[in-house]
């Protein structure tokens, strides 16, 4: 009997390597939840205040000639952010009607448009803001970093709606079909 | 004599210099090969999983131009895989960078195989020193002598037979 146990004390692996390999193991988890939270971008939620972002234009399609600027510098007013790619397809089909209805508001500067173009290369962005005249400030999503944060739900297009507080009121998945559409989207937040 | 031979250099002379610039405006662009050799090394994120240089899609087809566009201004596969992570992200890459907590990737995998042999290799210490201590112990109280009788005992009854 007792050499049966020496033989099993022989055999099992020694208190402390057990405990160094648990302790090992437990900072290894804690070091990658720590990181993963670091890296994690903050997400906006409908009526929440949206994190806020920054905004580096294309040129010639900045906003009142400024090159870059945070979403919070357009606090006090209502901002619509479409998030577009020169490859999508039903991103043509709103183009058009975008840009109609920023004609009505941009007199007014109290509705501010801006694209936010995903994924995309700038020579096909370019192409594709002077195929349909856009003239409402555009920006391409750095890193994907605005459309992470926007919590982007499918693809592309998708538009989202924020008050004169900053606060998302509304999110449309798909493209607009008319200008009609558009202008009601927005009357929700003015 | 001599003035045919100065025209003569001196068209050589212009000839050259037209050619050269001719060059100069017209450099030959780069091919489908050598944008493809930097295109398999990205991923776009639209088309997850999917390398570059076979993807299909429009935005993998703008993406290609880039990388073309790129070679052709004397960009080096270096500084255009970097334009595309400061574009897009590190997730365009086919193994993330070596920096910060992606080193764990690095150095987990082989650090669990490394446990894994040792424990493999006390686990097989285990299993067969019992035995030759078993074995040993036989031997020493006997047993295999004992075994040795009885062999020789059967063998002579086996010839009593014949």
Request: one cysteine or more; glycine letters at 6%; proline letters at 6%.
């Amino acid at each position: 009997m007792n050499e049966t146990n020496e033989t099993i004390k022989k055999r099992g692996v020694p208190v402390w390597i057990q405990i160094m390999i648990w302790a090992g193991l437990t900072g290894l988890l804690a070091l990658v939840a720590f990181g993963l939270n670091r890296r994690q971008n903050p997400m906006a939620e409908l009526n929440q205040p949206v994190p806020d972002f920054e905004l580096v234009f294309y040129k010639d399609y900045e906003y009142n000639q400024t090159a870059s600027l945070k979403l919070s510098d357009l606090r006090g007013k209502v901002v619509l952010i479409n998030i577009w790619a020169s490859w999508c397809k039903p991103c043509e089909q709103e183009a058009a009607d975008l840009e109609k209805a920023w004609q009505g508001y941009q007199p007014a500067n109290d509705v501010i448009f801006i694209g936010v173009d995903y994924v995309d290369t700038p020579a096909g962005a370019f192409q594709y803001l002077k195929k349909f005249d856009i003239t409402f400030p555009n920006a391409p999503d750095l890193k994907s970093n605005i459309s992470s944060i926007l919590n982007r739900q499918m693809g592309v297009p998708e538009t989202y709606l924020i008050d004169r507080a900053g606060v998302l009121r509304q999110i449309k998945i798909g493209p607009f079909t008319s200008q009609a559409e558009i202008q009601a989207f927005i009357a929700i937040a003015e | 004599m001599k003035k045919f031979f100065f025209a003569l250099i001196c068209t050589f002379l212009l000839g050259a210099a037209f050619s050269q610039s001719a060059f100069a405006q017209d450099p030959t662009p780069p091919t489908d090969d050598e944008v493809n050799a930097i295109a398999k090394h990205i991923y776009c994120p639209v088309c997850e999983n999917t390398p570059l240089d076979v993807c299909p899609t429009e935005a993998c087809r703008n993406w290609r131009e880039q990388i073309r566009s790129m070679l052709a201004e004397g960009k080096t596969e270096d500084e255009i895989m970097q334009y595309f992570v400061d574009q897009y992200g590190d997730r365009v890459l086919g193994a993330p960078p070596a920096t910060g907590l992606n080193w764990l990737v690095y150095l987990i995998p082989p650090l669990v195989i490394l446990l894994g042999a040792i424990i493999l290799f006390r686990a097989l210490k285990g299993w067969t020193q019992p035995k030759q201590a078993e074995a040993g112990s036989g031997a020493a109280s006997g047993g295999l002598s004992n075994q040795d009788e009885y062999i020789q005992k059967f063998e002579e009854e086996l010839k009593k037979r014949k």
